[in-house]
């Protein structure tokens, strides 16, 4: 049983083929998760810290950010003195 | 496509498995009646499900809607067709509705899945997530939401990059790329209409900026914003993270408006500003909110003092139409309105603008009927042909109407108007026993 139900992939393989975006948006979105990661390893950031340090649009890194917040690789640490901006930090695993 | 053989009976098909859904198959599941349940959705719930809190209670939205959601799972007497359709109806006779359901493919085994997520986590994709309206990423594996029911993953197989390591992972051998859609045949006694509503899409009013400046959201964005499994780590402007600190609401964004064609209000776009207000200044202590509105129409039992009471917590209302909202440098927005009591043009400046979006008929059940007319009103809700006495009645005999799907309503009268529907649903199934 558990060796048929693990070749199912194979099934839809044959069917389906990948839409070239979804592979686009993916190349993207790991190499927006690898750079927000190296910026985080020097310590903690804010939003537009991390934004500027690699030079991507703030609103992706925001984006990508909480989704990596979302699934455990990064924590939220305190805010700044202003009170405007969190400050990020991997999370220890 | 495979075709089920077997044409299955039930007494009542509910269709939608919102608040007014869920009510009146409750209701007559109670009374003994077989009850199918058909939820477009990956889960029951509805739109009130992803709800902060209501209005004038201020009593935990999910609290109030998850039970009755288990409830439905749990009850004998239902059955509940998730992320299924109802593509067309027959009415052979009294009492004798076909109808055709399109059963999509989860490419998840349901009574296999444990919901333990480790198939989440491998999954290398990450897109929009719907049901956080688009402020975060989910997987192209997922549980929809933390409360959804069933709490069953599902697979996204249009961004999904068949790499094969959900399958792999999963302990449960729950992943079955096999799965195909399916069209499921039953025969009902009678029929609940019940599928809701839509939100107006706020991009249609280019001049708010909606989609072009990431800082202008929707009442919906906002409300994820405010329940405890909220997207962000606390209410935040999307394009910067920032924590706002001058919140704007433009009321009526899509509704009692004929240039966009929906000329009606909402009826709740009043109280969920007021309450999202309140809700963020216990959020966000030092915050100001201005509510700009064209009236405040406070009509049901609580509402004025709860108007009153956010007056008094320092929520600004401000009786004033938008003409535009501008995009500054540091994201904040410029809005351009016309303040009716002084009758001149001004502009304020906030870094967080909330667009409360009003409600549009859900067009589903326009076509559904073959071979009868289910008429709808002006404009385009299933029409109640004898609203004083028999609000649930529709065109079709045997054919009834709960919730929203009659009109913008909020959820006590949606609960109402469900108990009407299955009070007459049962009504219509003694009459004709």
């Known amino acids: 049983m558990t060796a048929e139900k693990r070749k199912t992939i194979n099934v839809i393989k044959e069917k389906r083929t990948v839409n070239p975006e979804v592979q686009e948006k993916r190349k993207e979105y790991v190499k927006l998760k690898k750079l927000i990661l190296k910026a985080l390893e020097s310590g903690e950031k804010t939003i537009p810290q ?40 991997l999370k220890k695993k | 496509m495979s075709q089920e053989k077997n044409q299955k009976q039930y007494d009542v098909l509910v269709i939608g498995g919102g608040i007014a859904g869920q009510e009146s198959g409750l209701n007559l599941a109670n009374s003994g009646y077989k009850v199918l349940i058909v939820e477009k959705d990956l889960s029951i719930g509805g739109k009130m499900i992803h709800l902060s809190k209501v209005f004038p209670t201020l009593d935990c939205a999910a609290c109030i809607t998850t039970p009755k959601v288990s409830e439905c799972a749990r009850n004998p007497n239902i059955t509940i067709l998730s992320n ?30 444990t919901g333990c997520q480790e198939c ?23 549980i929809p939401f933390s409360i959804a029911n069933p709490r069953v993953a599902a697979i996204d197989i249009e961004n999904c990059i068949l790499c094969g390591a959900c399958e792999k992972v999963c302990s449960a051998d729950a992943i079955d790329f096999t799965q195909e859609m399916e069209i499921v045949n039953i025969t009902a006694k009678s029929v609940i209409v019940a599928s809701g509503y839509n939100l107006f899409d706020p991009t249609q009013i280019e001049r708010y900026g909606y989609g072009k400046f990431g800082n ?13 499994t909220r997207p962000y780590n606390s209410v935040l402007r999307p394009k910067d993270g920032k924590m706002p600190d001058n919140i704007a609401y433009v009321l009526c964004t899509g509704s009692r408006d004929e240039v966009v ?41 609580g509402f004025e003092e709860f108007y009153q009471q956010a007056k008094g917590m320092g929520v600004e209302f401000v009786k ?44 589903l059940p326009r076509d559904l009927f073959k071979n009868n007319n289910l008429d709808l009103d002006k404009f385009s809700y299933v029409k109640q042909i004898d609203e004083l006495s028999n609000p649930a009645k529709t065109s079709i005999d045997g054919v009834f ?21 299955s009070s007459e649903t049962a009504s219509y199934l003694r009459r004709s026993k």
């Open chain 1, 50 to 89: 991390i934004a500027e340090e690699i030079n991507i649009p703030i609103g992706d890194v925001t984006f990508t950010l909480m989704s990596l917040r979302k699934y455990g690789d990064v924590e939220t640490g305190e805010i700044d003195d202003m009170d405007e901006y969190y400050f990020y930090n």
């Open chain 2, 216 to 228: 202008v959201i929707t009442s919906m964005q906002m409300e994820r914003q405010l329940v405890p």
């Open chain 2, 84 to 113: 299924s359709e109802v593509l067309e109806i027959d009415k052979k006779g009294e009492n004798e509705f076909d109808a055709s359901i399109e059963k999509r493919p989860r490419y998840v085994i349901e009574d296999a899945c």
């Open chain 2, 401 to 421: 109407v709960a919730g929203a799907a009659s009109g913008p309503m909020d959820i006590p009268d949606s609960i109402s108007s469900a108990g009407a529907a």
């Open chain 2, 261 to 301: 064609g929906n000329p009606i209000c909402s009826q709740v776009c009043c109280m969920y500003s007021t309450k999202q207000a309140q809700l963020i200044m216990g959020a966000l202590p030092m915050a100001d909110v201005t509510i700009y509105y064209l009236h405040i129409r406070a009509f049901g039992k």
């Open chain 2, 320 to 363: 004033g139409k938008i003409g535009r909202i501008a995009e500054l440098e540091n994201g904040n927005l410029k809005l351009r309105y016309e303040d009716i009591h002084e009758g001149v043009v001004k502009e304020a400046e906030h870094d967080l603008v909330v667009l409360s979006v009003g409600i549009l008929a859900n067009q």
């Open chain 2, 120 to 142: 989440e986590e491998v999954c290398p994709i990450v897109v929009d997530d719907e049901y956080q309206w688009d402020l975060v990423g989910r997987k192209a594996v997922y």
